[in-house]
């Protein structure tokens, strides 16, 4: 069973940094690819990066270009997403979700394993 745990979040002003983790257990973590959410209240959640752990390629949406950066530490079956120059629009809660496949992004409606999500806002 694909467990997926994400933590990190938190309360940080404008312009500052935060850094997520998923950590992943019950898969062969270089076979999947794993892909960062986000819901914020009253909207649909929406994709924000993604990696492919079978050969290291990652994708961003374009709201996250440039400010956010998703990398992948193996022996620890964990995902980061170190998040910069942060803005009251990227409060949301941040979800890990993976899936057996190569390719990025993931599909927000596909049968994906999800995480419990971490609430991540920004706010002076």
């Known amino acids: 069973e694909v467990q997926l745990v994400e933590s990190g979040g938190g309360l940080v002003q404008p312009g500052g940094s935060l850094t997520l983790a998923c950590t992943a257990s019950?898969?062969?973590?270089?076979?999947?690819?794993i892909n960062w959410f986000r819901q914020a209240p009253g909207k649909e959640r929406e994709g924000v990066a993604c990696i492919s752990n079978s050969d290291g390629a990652a994708f961003y949406e374009d709201s996250v270009k440039g400010r956010f950066t998703i990398s992948s530490n193996a022996a620890k079956n964990t995902v980061y997403l170190q998040m910069n120059s942060l803005k009251p629009e990227d409060t949301a809660v941040y979800y890990c979700?993976?899936?057996?496949?190569?390719?990025?992004?993931?599909?927000?409606?596909?049968?994906?394993?999800w995480g419990q999500g971490t609430l991540v806002t920004v706010s002076s």
């Open positions: 019950g898969i062969i973590f270089e076979d999947y690819t």
């Open positions: 979700a993976a899936d057996e496949v190569v390719v990025c992004p993931l599909w927000v409606k596909a049968p994906l394993s």
